[in-house]
C-alpha cells in the first residue's frame, strides 16, 4: 500500500520549534518532489513549502520564509520540515504530499500531487 505518514506535530508555545516528518511506504520517495500544506480551521489549504526530488529546489510560503526549512534524505525515504520561530498563526493541520515532478508553481498546484498523507496537527499556544 502506497501511502505517507507525517509525524511530528504538537503543542508548542510562540516561539518555539518542531520538526515535522514525511515518510513513505510502499514507494520511494527519490523521485518525487514533496510539498507541505497546511489547513487551519475555517481556512484552506495552502502551500508551505516544497522540494524537488533531488533536494536543489525549494520553495517558501512568505509567511514561513526564514522560519521554516524544508530537506529531505533520500536514504531514509523521508522529508522534513523544521519550523521554528514558531506563531499562532501556524496552528495548522499540516500534510505533505508527493508529486512525479517539481512544479515551478509547486505551492499553489494541489491537484497534481498524487499522493497525500492523513496530517498532523500543530497548536501554538501558551
Known amino acids: 500500500q502506497l501511502q505517507l505518514v507525517e509525524s511530528g506535530g504538537g503543542l508548542v508555545q510562540p516561539g518555539g520549534s518542531l520538526r515535522l516528518s514525511c515518510a513513505a511506504s510502499g514507494f520511494t520517495l527519490d523521485y518525487y518532489a514533496i510539498g507541505w500544506f497546511r489547513q487551519a480551521p475555517g481556512k484552506e489549504r495552502e502551500g508551505v513549502s516544497c522540494?524537488?526530488?533531488?533536494?536543489?529546489?525549494?520553495k517558501y510560503a512568505d509567511s514561513v520564509k526564514g522560519r521554516f526549512t524544508i530537506s529531505r534524505d533520500n536514504a531514509k525515504n523521508t522529508v522534513y520540515l523544521q519550523m521554528n520561530g514558531l506563531k499562532p498563526e501556524d496552528t495548522a493541520v499540516y500534510y505533505c504530499?508527493?508529486?512525479?515532478?517539481?512544479?515551478?508553481?509547486?505551492?499553489?498546484?494541489?491537484?497534481?500531487?498524487?499522493?497525500w498523507g492523513q496530517g498532523t496537527q500543530v497548536t501554538v499556544s501558551s
Open positions: 522540494i524537488s526530488s533531488s533536494g536543489g529546489s525549494k
Open positions: 504530499a508527493a508529486d512525479p515532478s517539481f512544479q515551478a508553481m509547486c505551492l499553489t498546484v494541489q491537484h497534481e500531487y498524487d499522493y
